[in-house]
């Protein structure tokens, strides 16, 4: 009987690296990440066994395959924030306008509003680019 072996855990010799070279999306997989009552009674490990570790040949320097788990965005979710946020910089633009009668102050906070927003978005990108690096 074959043992799985993983390393000595007090030999220090990690991080290991990992080399990612395809990625292909698998969107039964995806929703089942979000929803893991999907994979029942589909015989995940059967229909999966790409990505099973042989037991007798547990040789980590070949390519192997795996699973690779990032996030998704719904692409209708995406949607609707935009529109929202559009909307939002909108209504907060023409209120502006209609309060101080000058449509150019309206436009101008309009567009404030709308660069605060894709400065949130850039500071929450940059910030989980960070994140991602130093976890490498």
Request: hydrophobic share 50%.
């Amino acid at each position: 009987m074959g043992q799985l072996c993983v390393g000595d855990p007090e030999a220090q010799d990690h991080p290991r690296e990992v080399i990612v070279e395809t990625t292909t999306p698998r969107s039964d997989l995806t929703e089942a990440f979000q929803n893991p009552l999907l994979l029942r009674g589909s015989a995940f490990v059967s229909v999966n066994e790409q990505f099973m570790l042989p037991f007798k040949e547990a040789n980590h320097d070949r390519a192997t395959h795996a699973i690779l788990i990032r996030a998704a965005a719904s692409q209708a979710t995406v949607a609707f924030i935009l529109m929202a946020v559009i909307l939002f910089s909108a209504m907060v633009g023409l209120a502006a306008g209609m309060l101080t009668g000058d449509a150019k102050i309206g436009l101008a906070v309009c567009a404030g509003a709308i660069a605060i927003f894709a400065l949130i978005q850039a500071s929450m990108f940059g910030v989980d680019s960070m994140k991602s690096k130093a976890s490498c």
